[in-house]
């Protein structure tokens, strides 16, 4: 039988149940299909930072880069270890490492959901660039503490990087329903944002077929508000992508609604799956964190190992499952129902 080798990272907070949950799901569709998935649990998170000063073990990303695919929950505790301490000790190196440049997240409304919007037949891809730009992390700080301190983070694009994902960003919008939208912040920054514009134009020239438009960020916000049913792909730098996604998860409904795919295309090295959420930690040990986030990844993990029937069938019972009116309003139902009633309709 075929099997595919997963890592998990549950990390922290919600992180754990969603993780849990998904699992579970995964776990019923390969039997129903008959494949095999098997899971290596790693408990690299803020608590293992403070056992052993480190997010992970020197030698983390080469343990990932054995797996087929990685399927994370959440990770960050600002109380106990700075983000930016944990963040660039797991997740990011994870992105960055395995040139998991694409970062896929759909935006639409399972049915039952009632988004905050009078819209409702959006369907909104959005891809974001996963591993430079504004969080390419360089920069410094001079003079701390001191009224003349100096904080310069510098936002690195490069033709490979910017290309690349541009390009994935058309193909994308070849397989759905033609329309790209490029968003910059051009008319203020004048060298990446420009840069970027430029790359999109002279690829639009490769794709006659796509309907090609670059839009500012700041409008672009606008109008997913106003009118989301306007856009089919959506294309935004690491920044502008991350927070264009949490107003993606609001309009759906929630962030405990938004899924999230980080690709490497090339497959030169494992992809990872992680809902757009973080840990929250207002809710954490509640037990009413909403894992169709993460179930909605983990179909999109079968969907890129090639075992697209059991994606499909996860996709379908997690729709019968809002449509049913479980686990449409956030916390109502509590995460073991929800997940409950998404097994029973698998
Ligand atoms: P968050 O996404 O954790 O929470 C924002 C709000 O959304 C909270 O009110 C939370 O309760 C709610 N929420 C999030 N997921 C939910 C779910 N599945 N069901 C119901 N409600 C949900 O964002 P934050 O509070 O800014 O961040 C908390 C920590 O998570 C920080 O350390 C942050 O850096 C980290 N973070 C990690 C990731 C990641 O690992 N990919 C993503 C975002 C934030
Ligand atoms: C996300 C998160 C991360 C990001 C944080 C936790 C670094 O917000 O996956 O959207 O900004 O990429
Ligand atoms: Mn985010």
Redesign the pocket.
């Known amino acids: 039988m075929k099997t595919h080798r997963i890592a998990l990272i549950p990390?922290d907070?919600?992180?754990r149940d969603?993780t849990a949950a998904a699992w579970s799901v995964l776990r019923k569709a390969a039997d129903t299909a008959g494949f095999v998935l098997e899971g290596t649990e790693f408990p690299w998170s803020c608590a293992f930072y403070r056992e052993t000063g480190a997010m992970m073990p020197q030698d983390g990303i080469e343990t990932l880069r054995g797996f087929d695919a990685i399927l994370?929950g959440?990770?960050?505790?600002?109380t106990q270890v700075p983000?930016a301490v944990?963040?660039h000790g797991l997740?990011l190196p994870i992105r960055k490492n395995f040139i998991q440049y694409a970062n896929i997240r759909p935006h639409r409304l399972l049915p039952g959901v009632q988004g905050p919007l009078k819209a409702e037949a959006f369907d909104i891809l959005c891809i974001r660039e996963n591993t430079e730009g504004e969080y390419s992390g360089a920069g410094g700080r001079i003079h701390q503490g001191t009224a003349n301190e100096v904080a310069v983070e510098t936002s690195i694009f490069t033709r490979t990087g910017v290309e690349r994902i541009l390009r994935f960003a058309f193909e994308q919008a070849r397989a759905r329903r033609g329309k790209l939208a490029s968003v910059t912040k051009s008319n203020a920054q004048k060298y990446s944002m420009v840069f970027w514009d430029e790359v999109t134009h002279q690829l639009a020239a490769e794709y006659p077929d796509i309907e090609a438009t670059s839009y500012h960020i700041d409008a672009m916000a606008a109008r997913m508000v106003m009118t989301p049913e306007s856009l089919d792909v959506v294309v935004a730098s690491n920044l502008f992508g991350d927070i264009l996604t949490d107003l993606g998860a609001a309009i759906q409904g929630?962030?405990?609604f938004a899924a999230s795919a980080n690709i490497n295309p090339d497959k030169s090295a494992p992809s990872m799956f992680?809902?757009v959420?973080?840990?929250?930690?207002?809710?954490a040990h509640l037990g009413?964190?909403?894992p169709i986030?993460t179930i909605w990844s983990g179909a999109m993990m079968l969907d890129h190992l090639g075992e697209t029937d059991a994606a499909t069938a996860i996709m379908a019972a997690l729709e019968r499952t809002t449509a049913s009116g479980i686990g449409t309003i956030?916390g109502k139902d509590r995460t073991e129902a929800i997940t409950t009633a998404i097994l029973a309709a698998l």
Do not use: T
């Open positions: 990390g907070g919600i992180g969603v994370l959440a990770v960050g505790w600002p983000d944990s963040l997740l929630g962030l405990g992680e809902p959420h973080g840990s929250a930690p207002d809710i009413i964190a909403n986030a956030p």
